[in-house]
């Protein structure tokens, strides 16, 4: 699955000015049968200004409450949305659920209030989502250009992403954190932000039942994951 990131690169740089970020997100099941079991993506790539999200989206389970994320389940075709209020969007009737307020005072306050997504429902229940957070309303024509982008990114892929228990990227961050180097000090290595650090430390430590990312660290050595 290392391909993701690169290939989430290229659709980011082909998709060029007017586009604030991008995120490519994977679960094997779109959300758990239990609403009060909150699952967290497999694997999530964030570029751009969306980088900023991750950490509360994953941390504090702002993805479960996200109406974009809800709608995609439900969807198989491209759709635009927006938190602002009078604009046009597939979640305008969400925008008054309680549960939806932070998720769009958080998206309003970073700028990315408005994107389309491509809802990617791939064998066996697996569900994954691309993301573009632009800047001006979308138009029919680049809501479709943005769904190729989509499906042939899914293509590249693969129809069904390896899973772990640890990503690449995940144990490259273990790593680092097993030679002490702390979280801000990892995403300089790594040219990424240090909210997407801590949030592959806390995958990885959920993934292999870890007290911390510490404990992490020594189970995945202890597992052979890293060395």
């Known amino acids: 699955m290392g391909a993701a990131g690169s290939q989430v690169d290229q659709v980011f740089a082909a998709l060029g000015a007017g586009v604030r970020g991008l995120v490519y997100d994977y679960s094997p099941l779109p959300f758990s049968p239990d609403p009060a079991r909150f699952v967290l993506p497999e694997l999530i ?18 993805y479960r409450a996200d ?6 389940a439900r969807m198989l075709q491209p759709f635009a949305w927006s938190y602002h209020a009078g604009e046009p969007s ?22 990315l209030g408005r994107g389309m997504t491509m809802p990617l429902h791939l064998p066996g229940r697996g569900f994954a989502t691309l993301t573009a957070f632009v800047e001006a309303e979308v138009g029919e024509a680049a809501l479709a250009q943005f769904a190729v982008m989509a ?11 390896a899973r772990g228990p640890l990503s690449p990227r995940e144990a ?3 790593g680092h954190t097993a030679d002490g180097l702390s979280a801000k000090q990892i995403a300089h290595v790594l040219g990424r932000s240090e909210s997407m650090v801590v949030k592959h430390l806390q995958a990885a ?16 050595t202890r597992q052979g994951w890293i060395t």
């Open 45 to 62: 790539e964030a570029r751009g200004s969306a980088e900023q999200l991750v950490a509360d989206w994953c941390g504090r389970s702002l």
């Open 67 to 72: 109406p974009v994320q809800g709608r995609a």
């Open 90 to 111: 597939r979640i305008a009737d969400d925008l008054e659920r309680p549960e939806v307020g932070e998720v769009r005072e958080r998206l309003l306050s970073w700028g």
């Open 151 to 161: 499906l042939g990114l899914q293509d590249r892929i693969g129809a069904a992403p």
């Open 172 to 174: 490259e961050c273990l």
């Open 205 to 220: 430590a959920a993934k292999l039942g870890a007290r911390n990312r510490s404990h992490a660290a020594v189970l995945a």
